[in-house]
């Protein structure tokens, strides 16, 4: 079982594993509760193994490098989403030429970086709507959109839904 030095975004099961164990009555539920996390990470590890075994490389090796690589562009992205974030920047970060990079990105994570940027503004957009205090301008700035307007136009087409649709 090999665990990947990544950032991992956490999905619904995720939060509820660690909503519920952090609430837990008894060491045994406790237990049963870690095992549950436990077992969710190793599913998402296998999950990126199934991944990095369909890249285009010869080697074994060779994959896992890129793969690592890439890793590191998404972790940057992870960090940096509210930044203006450039190609040129991701593939120094991932040390691989811009075309090699982009090649590799959409392959692994089957979505260009431009597009995974704005899937991970859109949902952590949608982690501060739940909290109601900040108005759709706010919330625009905190992800990283230039204004209110471009960023009602990706919500729109991301979730099906303008954002004020989505608070409401």
Request: glycine content about 2%; proline content about 1%; aromatic content about 12%.
């Amino acid at each position: 079982l090999t665990f990947y030095n990544k950032l991992h975004w956490k999905d619904a099961a995720f939060k509820s594993l660690v909503n519920r164990l952090s609430m837990a009555d008894s060491k045994m539920e406790e237990q049963e509760l870690l095992a549950s996390l436990v077992n969710h990470l190793i599913e998402q590890t296998s999950h990126l193994k199934n991944q990095q075994q369909s890249l285009e490389a010869l080697k074994a090796s060779t994959r896992e490098e890129i793969y690592r690589r890439v890793f590191l562009a998404s972790d940057y992205i992870y960090s940096f989403y509210q930044n203006e974030i450039s190609l040129e920047e991701l593939s120094q970060v991932s040390c691989l030429s811009k075309f090699h990079f982009l090649r590799v990105f959409k392959s692994t994570f089957h979505e260009t970086p431009h597009q995974f940027i704005t899937h991970l503004r859109i949902e952590k957009a949608k982690e501060f709507m739940k909290e109601k205090s900040n108005t759709v301008k706010e919330i625009a700035g905190k992800v990283g959109f230039a204004d209110a307007s471009s960023f009602s136009r990706a919500f729109r087409n991301k979730v099906g839904l303008y954002p004020m649709q989505f608070t409401a």
